[in-house]
Structure formats: C-alpha cells, structure tokens
C-alpha cells in the first residue's frame, strides 16, 4: 500500500452478523479506501466503500477465484462460519475448517500483510473452578463433544502452525462472548432455537417463569462493538488474540429480570434431555453437545483489548441481550441472506 492511500480490505462472511457491522465501521474509518465483501450469496446491501462478490469456501474449485479476489488485499478478514446443519459435523468442518484453510493459503501465497481471524470464547479450554475470568494465554482446546468449539479449537492449532511459517503476516485472533444485535435476531433464532419459535412468545406478559440450568453464566456484547474492536485491530500495530466481553456477567436471575420473569431452577442434567429429544427430532436445531459445551465456558477478562486497542464497549451485556429480545419480538433483520428476518433493520 503507498503512503497516499488506504487499505484495500477483504471480509469474508460479511453478509452475516459480524459481517455487517464491520463493513459499516469500515465505512467510517478513514485509513480504509476500500472493502470487498465476500460471502455465499450477494447481499442487496448498498455501501459506499464496499463491494461484493461470491464465494463459496466449501467447495474445492473456488480457490483460483478466491486468490483472485485476495491478491490485492492489504488485510483480510475472516469471519465465514457455518453453524449449521449441526446434524452433519462433516458438512460444518468442510466448510469452517477446510474453508479457512483455503482462505490462509491465499492470504499467505499472496503474501497478505495482516489477517484479522474471527476466533471465540468457545475456543477455550472449560474455565477454571473458581470461576475466575481468564486472559489470552488460557488453554485454547475447545469442549470435545460439540462440533462448534472443536473446530475454533482446531483452527487455534492451524493459526500457531500459520504463524510460525509466515512470520511477515501479522496475525490478529478475536475470541469474542456471545455476539447480539436487533438486526441479527431472526437469524439467531433459526439457528438455536428453530423456525417454530414465534418472536411474538417472548414477552414479559407471556413468561411469567422462566425456567434454567444451574450454573448458566455467560457473557454478551453488542456486534458493532466487536466490529469496532475489528476495526481497531486492522489499523493499529498489533498481534495475537483479544477477549471480547461486555460487563455485567449474565446469568438466571439476569436474564429473568430482563424478561420480568421470576427464574426457576431445572436441574441441567433435565434441560439436557428435553433438547436431546428435540434435537433428535429436528425440532430444535442447537445440539445438546453444545448445551454442555456453553455450561463450561470460561469468562472472559478483557484487559488486553481495552489496553492494547484502547478499547471499550458502548453497549452494556445487558442492552446488548436486550436488543436481541426486541429483535426477536419484531422478527428484526438486515438486507443479506443469512440475517433476513420479517422487518429489515
């Protein structure tokens, strides 16, 4: 890149929930002259800065395409993942893990200066009994029983080996909670609870209790703030894997209060079974491995990001859950496939 102009950009993944808040934050940001979007399907999305084009990363073929699209990049982005069909770990690993592959080996063949890889708390190892945030150098291997976290975890050991052989590439891992947005809501619901969940159902005047696990403790943030967490890694000199969190922790009695729900405790081992038999069924897409999975996760301290990218979120963990339950209640969404919903945010 001259001096004179700015960074060439390429996101993949960029019509899904990350996707669209970063190619926004893109468009404010002043040392970015230009993004191209790359995603499965094109999106009737209109930006100023970007540009769009198809790919699909599962499929052998598509590399020629895929290198041409990034032999000019100045940074890539990757943040394509596929949580789905969770029926058919074969189907997700073809295109999570050996799609990511193949965008590694174009960024390194075209000797891409920054790649900027979408990581997750499900990356980690199951967090500590104390229960105690943890920092980057927490163990990174992931819940062995659920496809998602073996395949972040997988690709945690790919970015080692990647490192170590392209030294020249900086290399950035963001290891967020969970994402939320009003804009993301319908898509989310699809994907762990099913079409047959009606928005409508999640009102206060309808969810007098709301029953839980024990122990259920997570931690959210808002999507634009991950994306500005992105951006900021892509114009400032760093390396190595961010936390992403949001204060305060979540847990039952949070999530009633957000509902005005009075909490009641289920024995995990009982919300286990109902969604193993809805999961059989095919009536609840989020597999009970990954129930376990979620109950194990650790939390996140988030010193780094706020030190190093000089970083803090503008959305409390609560606005942001709160702006996904109001996204489901309005079946919210955005103009690309995977975000489509009954109202376009």
């Known amino acids: 890149m001259k001096a004179s102009e700015g960074l060439k950009v390429v996101v993949t993944g960029a019509t899904g929930n990350v996707g669209t808040s970063l190619v926004r934050a893109l468009e404010r940001e002043e040392r970015v002259s230009s993004v191209l979007g790359l995603a499965r399907r094109r999106p009737a999305l209109t930006l100023s800065k970007t540009e769009w084009a198809e790919v699909d990363l599962s499929l052998e073929g598509d590399e020629p395409r895929l290198a041409q699209y990034i032999e000019d990049a100045d940074a890539v982005v990757h943040l394509a993942w596929r949580f789905q069909p969770t029926h058919d770990p074969v189907e997700t690993w073809r295109a999570n893990v050996l799609g990511s592959l193949r965008v590694f080996d174009a960024v390194a063949a075209a000797r891409v200066p920054v790649l900027v890889c979408a990581s997750s708390v499900g990356a980690y190892s199951p967090g500590p009994a104390s229960g105690a945030a943890v920092s980057e150098s927490w163990p990174t291997h992931g819940w062995p029983g659920a496809a998602y976290t073996r395949e972040k975890a997988y690709l945690e050991r790919v970015l080692d080996t990647f490192e170590r052989d392209h030294p020249t590439t900086r290399v950035v891992r963001m290891r967020p909670s969970f994402l939320f947005k009003e804009e993301s809501a319908s898509e989310q619901r699809r994907i ?97 491995d990954l129930f376990d999975a979620v109950l194990r996760l650790p939390l996140l301290s988030t010193d780094r990001a706020r030190r190093e990218l000089d970083w803090t979120p503008a959305a409390t963990s609560l606005e942001a859950f709160g702006a996904f339950l109001r996204g489901v209640r309005a079946g919210r969404g955005d103009a690309t496939a995977p975000l489509a919903g009954r109202r376009v945010g």
Do not use: C
């Open 192 to 288: 762990f609870a099913g079409r047959f969940l009606p928005g409508g159902l999640v009102r206060p005047d309808l969810l007098p209790l709301l029953p839980g696990p024990d122990g259920l403790r997570f931690q959210a943030l808002h999507t634009d703030d991950a994306a500005d967490a992105y951006r900021r890694a892509l114009v400032r000199d760093v390396r190595g894997a961010f936390n992403l969190a949001a204060e305060p922790v979540i847990d039952m009695p949070t999530l009633a209060s957000l509902l005005d729900a009075r909490p009641v405790k289920v024995p995990s081992g009982a919300v286990r079974g109902l969604l193993a038999t809805g999961w059989k069924m095919r009536v609840v897409p989020a597999s009970p």
